[in-house]
C-alpha cells in the first residue's frame, strides 16, 4: 500500500510512524507553548490574592459544572482596567515602543551598507564575512552588554578616548541613559538587521543594474531605483526582527538603562519579582503580545512565504 | 573579479570592528592584573586562577552544562522532526498552527515565554528546578532547530529520495538511510546552536528555575548588576570562548553539508 503511494500521492496515506513526526512536535509546542499563554490569559483576568500561588486557582476540574461556573465568574476586567488607570504602564509601553522604533531605523542606517558592501565582496570573502557577523549574535546578550558595561562606565575607555581626543571637557555620563540602552539595542541586534538583509541583496540580480547602466541610469540613481525597491522584503523581515524582541527586551535596559521609566520587560519582571503581582504581570505581557500580534503575524507570513518561495 | 570600492571597504572595516571591538576590549581588560577594572596594572592571569576557587560560580556553570546538554539534544530530535513535517509532508490537519507555534517563538519577547512557562508549572504544580529549566530551554531552542534543519531540507535534492523509493524503499528506510545521513551535518550544528542558546539564556532561566538550579548566567547577571569585576570579566571570556568555538565548529560542519548532496552538485 505504501509502496506506489508516492507515484500519485496528492493524499498520501501515513503510516503510524509518520504520524508520530508530526505529532509529537506538535504536542510538545502545544503542551509548552500554547497553553502557557492560555493560562496567562486566564490569570491576567483573575484576582490577585494573597495566597501562594498568589492568584485564584485556574481551574477546579474536580468540581465539575459549579468548577465551570466559578471559573466564568472569576474572570475579571480589573487588572486591565487598572493597567488603564495607572499612567506608569501607558510610559512604559510608550516608551519600549519608542526605543524599539527608534533603534530599529538606527539599525537599517547602519546595517544596511554593511549589508550591501557584503555583497559588493569576492565570494570567498562573503563567506568569511558572514560567519564575522553571525558569531557576536551566538554570544550571550548578557556578556555583550556586560562589554558595554566596561566601556561606558564613567572612567572607562570611551571616555578616556574622547579626553584624550579633546573632543570633552568632562567625562561625559553614558550608563544609566537612553543613549546607553540606544547602544546596547543596535550593537545587540546588528546581525539580525545585516543577515536577512544581505540574504536579498545577493540574489538581487546583476544584470538589471546593468541593463539600468546601459540605458543611461547614474549608479546612485539605480542604486535607488533597483537596488533599494528590490530589496524590501530583506528590509522587512530585519526591521520585524529586530523591532519585535526589541520591544520586549529585558537586560538591556536593565544594565544600561535608566530607573526613571522602566520598559515593558523591565515591568513585567519587576510586577512578578519584586511586587508578586502574578495576575497585573500577566495582564501586562498580555497586553504586550497584543501590541505585537500584527508584527508577528507579518514576520510569519514573511517567513513562511521565503520557504515556500525557495 | 569585482573590486571593493574604498566606501564599501571601510563600511565593512568599521561595521566588523563595531561588533568585536567591545568584545577585544573584555578579553584585554580580563587579564588586567590591576583590582581595579579600568587602570591598567599589566598582565595577568590572576583572575582566571581566582575563578578556580569560586565554587559557586563552578557549580553554576556545571549546572548550565548539564542543562544544556540535554536541552540541545531534546530539541535536536524535537526540531528536526518539526522540519521534516514541515517541509515533506504537505497540508495536513493544523499546519497553520504548527508552523506558527514554531515561528513565533523566535521573536517573541523572552520575558513572556519565561512567564507562561512558569505559569504553567505553577498551574500543574510541579516543583521547579533543573527539569523545568530544561523543558523551558527545549522548547526554545526546537524553534531554531527546526528553522535550521528545514531550511536544508528545502534545497534538498529530492531526486535520490525517489530514487530510493523507486527501487522499493519504505519512506520510513529512504529517511533513515538517504535523507538523514546527508542532513546530518545541519542536524549536528543546530544542536550545537541550540546548546549555545541554552548556554546562555538568562531570562527564561530566571522564570523558570528552582532552589538548586542556578545556572550561570542567572548568577552572572545577579553579579553584574552590581557592576563591572575582574572576575566577571574573566569569566565572560572563557564564555566567549567556548561559545565562539561551538559556532565555527557549528558553520564549518554546515559547510560540509551544504557541499554533500546540496543541488549544486548537479
Given at each position: 500500500?505504501t509502496?506506489?503511494?508516492?507515484k500519485?500521492?496528492p493524499?498520501?496515506?501515513?503510516?503510524?510512524?509518520?504520524?508520530?513526526?508530526v505529532r509529537?512536535?506538535?504536542?510538545?509546542?502545544?503542551a509548552?507553548?500554547?497553553v502557557?499563554?492560555?493560562?496567562?490569559l486566564?490569570?491576567?483576568l483573575?484576582?490577585?490574592?494573597i495566597?501562594q500561588?498568589?492568584?485564584?486557582?485556574?481551574?477546579?476540574?474536580?468540581?465539575?459544572w459549579?468548577?465551570?461556573?466559578?471559573?466564568?465568574?472569576?474572570l475579571s476586567?480589573?487588572?486591565?482596567?487598572?493597567?488603564?488607570?495607572?499612567?506608569?504602564?501607558?510610559?512604559?509601553?510608550?516608551?519600549?515602543?519608542?526605543?524599539?522604533a527608534?533603534?530599529?531605523?538606527?539599525?537599517?542606517?547602519?546595517?544596511?551598507?554593511?549589508?550591501y558592501?557584503?555583497?559588493r565582496a569576492?565570494?570567498?570573502?562573503?563567506?568569511?564575512?558572514?560567519l564575522?557577523?553571525?558569531?557576536?549574535?551566538?554570544?550571550s546578550?548578557?556578556?555583550?552588554?556586560?562589554?558595554?558595561m566596561?566601556?561606558?562606565?564613567h572612567?572607562?575607555?570611551?571616555?578616556?578616548l574622547?579626553l584624550?581626543?579633546?573632543?570633552?571637557?568632562?567625562p561625559?555620563?553614558?550608563l544609566?541613559?537612553?543613549?546607553?540602552?540606544?547602544i546596547?539595542?543596535?550593537?545587540?541586534?546588528?546581525?539580525?538587521?545585516?543577515l536577512?538583509?544581505?540574504?536579498?541583496?545577493?540574489?538581487?540580480?546583476?544584470?538589471?543594474?546593468?541593463?539600468?547602466?546601459?540605458?543611461?541610469?547614474?549608479?546612485?540613481?539605480?542604486?535607488w531605483?533597483?537596488?533599494v525597491?528590490?530589496?524590501?522584503?530583506?528590509?522587512?523581515?530585519?526591521?520585524?526582527?529586530c523591532?519585535?524582541?526589541?520591544?520586549?527586551?529585558?537586560?538591556?535596559?536593565d544594565?544600561?538603562g535608566?530607573?526613571?521609566?522602566?520598559?515593558i520587560?523591565?515591568t513585567?519582571?519587576?510586577?512578578f519579582?519584586?511586587?508578586k503581582?502574578?495576575?497585573?504581570a500577566?495582564?501586562?505581557?498580555?497586553?504586550?503580545?497584543?501590541?505585537?500580534?500584527?508584527?508577528?503575524?507579518?514576520?510569519q507570513?514573511?517567513t513562511?512565504?521565503?520557504?515556500?518561495?525557495d | 573579479?569585482?573590486?571593493?570600492?574604498?566606501?564599501?571597504?571601510?563600511?565593512?572595516?568599521?561595521?566588523i570592528?563595531?561588533?568585536?571591538?567591545?568584545i577585544?576590549?573584555?578579553?584585554?581588560?580580563s587579564?588586567?592584573?590591576?583590582?581595579?577594572?579600568?587602570v591598567?596594572g599589566?598582565?595577568?592571569?590572576h583572575?582566571y586562577?581566582?575563578?578556580?576557587?569560586d565554587?559557586?560560580?563552578?557549580?553554576?556553570?556545571?549546572?548550565?552544562l548539564?542543562?544544556a546538554?540535554?536541552?540541545?539534544?531534546?530539541?535536536?530530535?524535537?526540531g528536526?522532526?518539526?522540519?521534516?513535517?514541515?517541509?515533506?509532508?504537505?497540508?495536513?490537519?493544523?499546519?497553520?498552527?504548527?508552523?506558527?507555534?514554531i515561528y513565533?517563538?523566535?521573536?517573541m519577547?523572552e520575558?513572556?515565554?519565561?512567564?507562561?512557562?512558569?505559569?504553567?508549572?505553577?498551574?500543574i504544580?510541579?516543583d521547579?528546578?533543573?527539569?523545568?529549566?530544561?523543558?523551558?530551554h527545549?522548547t526554545m531552542?526546537?524553534?531554531?532547530?527546526?528553522?535550521?534543519v528545514?531550511a536544508?531540507?528545502?534545497?534538498?535534492?529530492?531526486?535520490?529520495?525517489?530514487?530510493a523509493m523507486?527501487?522499493?524503499?519504505?519512506?520510513?528506510?529512504?529517511?533513515?538511510?538517504?535523507?538523514l545521513?546527508?542532513?546530518l551535518?545541519?542536524?549536528?550544528?543546530?544542536?550545537?546552536l541550540?546548546?549555545?542558546?541554552?548556554?546562555?539564556?538568562?531570562?527564561?532561566?530566571?522564570?523558570?528555575?528552582?532552589?538548586?538550579?542556578?545556572?550561570?548566567p542567572?548568577r552572572?547577571?545577579?553579579e553584574?548588576?552590581?557592576?563591572?569585576?575582574?572576575?566577571?570579566?574573566a569569566?565572560?571570556?572563557?564564555?566567549v570562548?567556548?561559545?565562539?568555538t561551538?559556532?565555527?565548529?557549528?558553520?564549518?560542519?554546515?559547510?560540509?553539508s551544504a557541499?554533500?548532496?546540496?543541488p549544486a552538485?548537479?
Amino acid at each position: 500500500m505504501t509502496s506506489d503511494v508516492h507515484k500519485t500521492a496528492p493524499k498520501p496515506q501515513r503510516s503510524f510512524v509518520a504520524k508520530l513526526v508530526v505529532r509529537i512536535p506538535y504536542a510538545w509546542l502545544a503542551a509548552f507553548f500554547l497553553v502557557p499563554f492560555l493560562i496567562v490569559l486566564k490569570i491576567s483576568l483573575s484576582q490577585t490574592a494573597i495566597a501562594q500561588p498568589p492568584y485564584t486557582p485556574v481551574f477546579d476540574l474536580a468540581a465539575g459544572w459549579r468548577g465551570i461556573e466559578s471559573f466564568f465568574a472569576g474572570l475579571s476586567l480589573d487588572n486591565y482596567a487598572f493597567l488603564g488607570s495607572d499612567p506608569l504602564y501607558f510610559l512604559s509601553y510608550v516608551k519600549s515602543l519608542e526605543i524599539a522604533a527608534l533603534s530599529t531605523v538606527m539599525l537599517l542606517v547602519i546595517g544596511y551598507p554593511i549589508a550591501y558592501a557584503m555583497t559588493r565582496a569576492p565570494r570567498r570573502v562573503q563567506a568569511v564575512l558572514v560567519l564575522l557577523v553571525v558569531l557576536p549574535f551566538w554570544t550571550s546578550f548578557l556578556i555583550r552588554i556586560y562589554a558595554w558595561m566596561n566601556i561606558l562606565q564613567h572612567d572607562g575607555p570611551l571616555n578616556r578616548l574622547l579626553l584624550a581626543l579633546d573632543l570633552v571637557r568632562e567625562p561625559p555620563v553614558w550608563l544609566s541613559t537612553n543613549t546607553a540602552v540606544y547602544i546596547g539595542i543596535v550593537y545587540s541586534y546588528l546581525p539580525f538587521m545585516v543577515l536577512p538583509l544581505y540574504a536579498t541583496l545577493e540574489k538581487l540580480d546583476e544584470s538589471l543594474l546593468e541593463a539600468a547602466a546601459d540605458l543611461g541610469c547614474p549608479r546612485w540613481k539605480a542604486f535607488w531605483l533597483v537596488t533599494v525597491p528590490l530589496s524590501a522584503p530583506g528590509v522587512i523581515a530585519g526591521a520585524l526582527l529586530c523591532f519585535i524582541p526589541a520591544v520586549g527586551e529585558f537586560v538591556i535596559p536593565d544594565l544600561l538603562g535608566g530607573s526613571r521609566t522602566a520598559m515593558i520587560g523591565q515591568t513585567i519582571w519587576t510586577e512578578f519579582f519584586a511586587n508578586k503581582d502574578w495576575p497585573i504581570a500577566s495582564a501586562v505581557a498580555v497586553v504586550l503580545v497584543c501590541l505585537l500580534v500584527t508584527p508577528i503575524v507579518i514576520f510569519q507570513h514573511q517567513t513562511m512565504r521565503g520557504v515556500k518561495r525557495d | 573579479m569585482r573590486k571593493l570600492s574604498a566606501f564599501n571597504l571601510a563600511t565593512l572595516v568599521i561595521g566588523i570592528a563595531f561588533l568585536y571591538l567591545p568584545i577585544v576590549i573584555l578579553i584585554v581588560y580580563s587579564f588586567n592584573a590591576s583590582r581595579l577594572v579600568v587602570v591598567w596594572g599589566g598582565w595577568s592571569t590572576h583572575w582566571y586562577a581566582e575563578l578556580a576557587g569560586d565554587a559557586p560560580l563552578l557549580g553554576a556553570a556545571f549546572i548550565s552544562l548539564r542543562v544544556a546538554l540535554v536541552a540541545a539534544s531534546a530539541a535536536t530530535v524535537l526540531g528536526t522532526l518539526a522540519a521534516v513535517a514541515l517541509v515533506r509532508f504537505g497540508r495536513f490537519r493544523g499546519r497553520l498552527l504548527f508552523a506558527a507555534m514554531i515561528y513565533a517563538p523566535l521573536v517573541m519577547p523572552e520575558v513572556i515565554t519565561g512567564l507562561s512557562m512558569l505559569l504553567l508549572f505553577v498551574a500543574i504544580a510541579v516543583d521547579r528546578g533543573f527539569w523545568t529549566v530544561v523543558i523551558a530551554h527545549t522548547t526554545m531552542a526546537l524553534c531554531f532547530v527546526a528553522v535550521i534543519v528545514q531550511a536544508r531540507l528545502v534545497d534538498f535534492d529530492m531526486s535520490l529520495e525517489e530514487a530510493a523509493m523507486d527501487l522499493g524503499a519504505s519512506p520510513a528506510r529512504t529517511f533513515m538511510t538517504v535523507t538523514l545521513p546527508l542532513i546530518l551535518p545541519a542536524i549536528a550544528a543546530s544542536w550545537m546552536l541550540a546548546f549555545a542558546l541554552s548556554l546562555d539564556d538568562l531570562v527564561i532561566a530566571s522564570f523558570t528555575t528552582g532552589p538548586g538550579a542556578t545556572t550561570l548566567p542567572i548568577r552572572i547577571y545577579s553579579e553584574v548588576r552590581l557592576g563591572v569585576s575582574p572576575e566577571m570579566n574573566a569569566v565572560c571570556s572563557i564564555m566567549v570562548a567556548v561559545v565562539g568555538t561551538a559556532v565555527v565548529a557549528a558553520s564549518l560542519l554546515t559547510k560540509l553539508s551544504a557541499a554533500r548532496g546540496g543541488p549544486a552538485r548537479a
